[in-house]
């Protein structure tokens, strides 16, 4: 069935330090999705990319979709406290009608 | 997007009992999944929430485990079914409309203890 990892699967940096995932999937996808789950949440919403290449920002949050629609990375520029959580995408395959969510990458930020 | 109201938001339940899971939107959803979040764990579909007709289960997930309804587009239950500690996760109610472009948002989630 379909997969869909994500690398690292821990990151600790420093405040101000750059934080990048990856997320990779064994299917192409229609489109994906990027969550983030604070400590003792639930998943909340960050953006959807549908195109081929797309590139997405929103403030420090950098969002990309592979050429190929397989893969997806978001980076985050002068990572700050407030970014710890866990980062999972989520790809859409069309006809499955469903979101496979990735292993997920969990930032710690330090002081 | 919608509002999502899950109950019981939290809860310790004896071995061999159930526990039903109640998902409430505030506006018509066309797609109504359950998730289940072992601890430490990515997000694994439990089942496909479809309205009026039987669930579709994932690989892994039965009926009988894992009863579901969906009366209306609006309400969906999951029950989990003569539980044992390893059903101990945060289980997820998600819905999305294609009105949304199929973008899907979650409850706040559901935490199940068995002791």
């Known amino acids: 069935g379909q997969q869909v990892m994500q690398i690292p699967q821990y990151q600790h940096v420093q405040e101000g330090e750059d934080f990048t995932t990856y997320c990779n999937s064994s299917?192409?996808?229609?489109?994906i999705q990027w969550y983030k789950q604070r400590p003792g949440g639930h998943p909340v919403f960050l953006i959807q990319l549908v195109k081929s290449g797309e590139v997405k920002k929103q403030k420090r949050l950098t969002f990309q979709f592979g050429e190929a629609k397989k893969n997806s990375s978001l980076h985050i520029t002068a990572t700050q406290t407030t970014d710890v959580g866990t980062y999972f995408c989520?790809?859409?395959?069309?006809?499955?009608?469903?979101?496979?969510f990735g292993t997920g990458t969990r930032l710690k930020v330090l002081a | 997007s919608a509002v999502i109201s899950q109950k019981p938001s939290r809860d310790i339940c004896q071995r061999g009992t159930s526990l039903t899971i109640q998902c409430q939107v505030d506006s018509q959803v066309t797609m109504m999944f359950w998730y289940r979040q072992q601890p430490g764990q990515s997000l694994t579909l439990i089942a496909t929430a479809n309205q009026g007709s039987e669930a579709t289960y994932e690989s892994g997930f039965v009926i009988d485990k894992f009863p579901i309804s969906r009366p209306n587009l609006t309400f969906s239950t999951l029950t989990v079914s003569n539980m044992s500690p390893e059903d101990s996760s945060i289980y997820l109610c998600s819905v999305g409309t294609r009105e949304s472009g199929n973008t899907i948002y979650f409850g706040e989630g559901s935490w199940l203890t068995v002791v």
């Open positions: 989520a790809g859409y395959t069309s006809g499955t009608y469903k979101y496979i």
């Open positions: 299917t192409t996808l229609s489109n």
